[in-house]
């Protein structure tokens, strides 16, 4: 792994807050060229540091409403390959959102999103428990998100300052 | 209000002014609070007219707070500070500033650096002592000194020299009256600062004509570029000056009002007296959170003010993009661009920004000679709001050279 430049490390710092900004933006305010700012978020495509630009979405506040589950998946490792084939099974299914290989209790950690309970609930059943390696699952159901990807979902507070002060 | 009791509190006004004291009652109500007034008015207004950091206060020195309260430390601390608050306060200093402070008689903690200002002034001004300000500065040197029975004096420094204080414009000032000098390096409103060269030359004229120096160094950790030089550390200045410093602008700490005053200890000693027959002692959960913010904060601080430092070079960049000359602003959290070339005085930009742009920024002529002519825009709100409020003050300025 190499070490990333300052310059790539601000810009990266700068695009987890706001993706959308665009590289003259973020050159007036590193005080660097366009060029510079252009160059390093190509780079940092390119090694696939940046994976993709995405969206962080409050679904409760969306009428159709997603339905989350975290589930604990306990596993038999394979000889040679240890988790990888196993969690290359899982995470290929569309409707696994993320999964984490855990130390602790269980082993893969697998996030799951289903239009609805039952949905999530066959892929279970039906998909993650038959393969041959899982031994045990525990589905825990997330009732409501307060802070993803280091976002709070609650509403902004407002600016409590005075519009003018010494 | 009826008309009848209307009537009757303007009589009482008008008859209890003459109990005032001349020196209060001459005093003007700040050019600040007179904006202020304006643009509390309007609706969706951006502004960049604050004087305080958009950060809240970290969570761990706020947590800190709670913790101390839940367990009851809700009495008197000792009227100079508790112990373990004023010798942070002095390691930090040695650390960052290369002063060294003795914690237990040069130190004193103080409601805000507002409080310690007013203390220094207070134990040093004798009626009729001139008292040298250069200017722009923060608005309350002057009548804070009047209030004292001292006779302000100001000291105009221009855009041409970067806002920087020179000596022969102190020298032109210094007569047989003149007993303190009040230096507020980095600037608000300009955002101007001081190297160690530029002090030498002033730091001469100093011992030379026998000053006092109240040194505001409220800003000193938001510089960019060169680190702050405290006037106390420059050769000979340590005895002569008292350092003002507090919590406000480095850790986001305004609303504690947490503060520090630094000097020889006859002069600390003078201002205790005051202090503890007028405020006793700092607040115990202010001091509590100060603890914190210097033992743990540092890390914080500096993510904040690489932050203003982006900020400020969209502010500075933008304000040149749409005509306005502004010099660099090195240190705290504020350009002063000059709005000399749109014809209109500081206080008609202002009002016009604010009525049909929506911006909200201080007339600069409220800081005193000199800053007429300029405006101040503090860029300690985001870049968002930033981007917007400099696209229409950019429609703004289209507008007006339109006619």
Known sequence: MKQLSELKLKVLDLLKEDARRDPSLLATLLGVTSEE????????????????????????????EKVTALIEVQITPERGRGFEAIAERIYLFPQVMSVYLMSGAYDLLVEVEGRNLKEVASFVSDKLSPLES????????????????????????????????? | MSENTQQSSQENNQSMTNYLAPRVREIQPSGIRRFF???????????????????????????????????????????????ELR???GEYLYNSFDVKYNPKDEILVTVGGSEAIDLALRALIEPGDEILIPVPCYISYSPIVAIGGGVPIEIETNAQDSFKLKADQLLDKITPKSKVLILNYPNNPTGGIMTY??????????????LIVISDEIYSELTYGQKHVSFA???????????????????????????????????????????????????VMGQVAALEALKNGLEEKNHMVESYNQRRRLVVQGLRD????????????????????????????????????????????VFGAGGEGFLRCSYATSVSQLSEALNRMGQFIHKLKQG
């Open chain 2, 87 to 89: 010798e942070a306060i």
């Open chain 1, 134 to 166: 899982v031994l045990s699952t525990k589905t825990h159901f997330i009732l409501k998100k307060y802070k993803q990807d280091g976002i709070i979902f609650e509403d902004p507070e407002e600016d409590r300052r005075l519009l003018i002060s010494p």
């Open chain 2, 322 to 365: 749409i005509g306005l000359s502004c010099h660099e602003p090195e240190g705290a959290f504020y350009a002063f661009p000059s709005i000399q070339s749109t014809g209109l005085t500081s206080d008609e930009f202002a009002q016009r920004l604010l009525m049909e742009a929506k911006v909200a920024a201080v007339p600069g002529n």
């Open chain 2, 37 to 83: 007034d304006l643009a509390s008015g309007s609706k969706d207004i951006i502004t960049l007219g604050v004087g305080e950091p958009d950060f809240i206060t970290p969570w761990h020195v706020r947590e800190a707070c709670v913790y101390s309260l839940e367990r009851g430390y809700t009495s008197y601390t000792s009227n100079a500070g508790t112990p």
């Open chain 2, 197 to 210: 060269e530029d002090w030498l030359p002033i730091a001469k004229l100093v011992e030379e004509n026998d």
């Open chain 2, 233 to 283: 550390s420059l050769p000979g200045m340590k005895d002569r000056t008292i350092l003002v410093n507090g919590f406000s602008k480095a850790f986001a700490m305004t609303g504690w009002r947490m503060g520090y005053a630094c000097g020889h200890p006859e002069l600390i000693y003078a201002m205790l007296k005051i202090h503890q027959y007028t405020v006793m002692c700092a607040p």
């Open chain 1, 37 to 64: 700012v252009t160059e390093a978020i190509n780079e940092l495509e390119e090694d696939r540091v940046i994976v993709k630009y995405a969206t962080v979405i409050n679904s409760s506040k969306l009428d159709d």
